[in-house]
């Protein structure tokens, strides 16, 4: 059934927009403006009676928005003074919510490199660790997400969904109990991370091949390839995520 919309007037009085009732859908309108610095960090939002005129709900739509965004970090409730946005370093960027939430801005924030970030220092090691330890069972995942990766190398979001269970499977083969509890954490942000690479790129070769290598690396127990591996596979990702700012239209140059 398609959602019922009507014209709401912004607090601001700077037009009308639609804004959906329904309180998903206000959640992530507040978010939005939060990330749009239409509420910029920092600030107070408006009051609930000026919220509810703005987005076009009830009090009860606005508290229970209001509540899921400050579990998410992007919001605090100060007694007796309001509603305050939290500063970007607050923000749980990890979350599934919040990154959909973000959209095109991610490349603006820079949290596609800082993914890249954290997995040069996790995954090279995390490979060496795996040549060590994986289970056979575990390789043989790791190299059907692989085959996946194969089977739909024309199809980015097939493509993405069988990259990011390489890589959880490969986190989990390291036998490192906090690499595993991180596969989980970060899995949400790898997927944006990774979609941004192959999606940049015409062709996904090369990077199916290292991916391969890998997977021999891990069979043949080679740790220093393994290592080499995944090293060589974030230089490519690193290559292509380059790519991917550079052709969005709202990226911000250092």
């Known amino acids: 059934m398609q959602e019922r919309q009507e014209q709401a007037v912004p607090a601001n009085g700077a037009g009308s927009v639609k804004r959906p009732r329904v309180q998903k859908n206000v959640t992530r309108a507040i978010a939005t403006d939060i990330f749009a610095d239409v ?10 009676n000026e919220l509810c005129t703005q987005y076009s709900v009830s009090r009860t739509v606005i508290r229970e928005s209001l509540k899921i965004l400050e579990s998410k970090g992007l919001v605090r409730g100060r007694s007796r003074i309001g509603t305050q946005v939290c500063v970007k370093e607050d923000w749980n960027i990890l979350d599934q919510q919040v990154l959909e939430w973000i959209g095109p801005r991610i490349f603006e924030l820079d949290l596609l490199q800082c993914v890249l970030d954290a997995r040069r220092a996790i995954e090279p090691f995390a490979a060496e660790l795996a040549a060590q330890r994986a289970s056979m069972q575990e390789i043989a995942e790791i190299e059907q997400a692989w085959q996946q990766m194969r089977g739909s190398e024309g199809d980015v979001e097939k493509f993405t969904q069988a990259d990011v269970a ?28 990774l979609h941004a690479s192959n999606e940049a790129v ?3 070769v090369e990077a199916l091949d290292v991916h391969y290598q890998l997977v ?10 393994a290592r080499t591996c ?9 290559r292509d995520l380059a790519i991917a700012v550079r052709k969005h239209p709202d990226h911000c140059p250092v």
Do not use: C, Y
Request: charged residues 15%; proline residues 3%; hydrophobic residues 50%.
């Open 39 to 48: 509420f910029p960090a920092g600030s107070m939002l408006p009051t609930e």
């Open 166 to 193: 390489f890589h959880a499977a490969l986190l989990k083969a390291s036998h490192n109990q906090v690499f595993m509890q991180l596969s989980s954490i970060i899995s949400a942000a790898l997927e944006f991370s």
């Open 202 to 204: 015409d062709t996904r």
């Open 216 to 225: 021999e690396a891990l069979r043949l127990r080679d740790a220093n390839a």
């Open 230 to 238: 995944a090293n060589h596979m974030l230089e490519i990702a690193a």
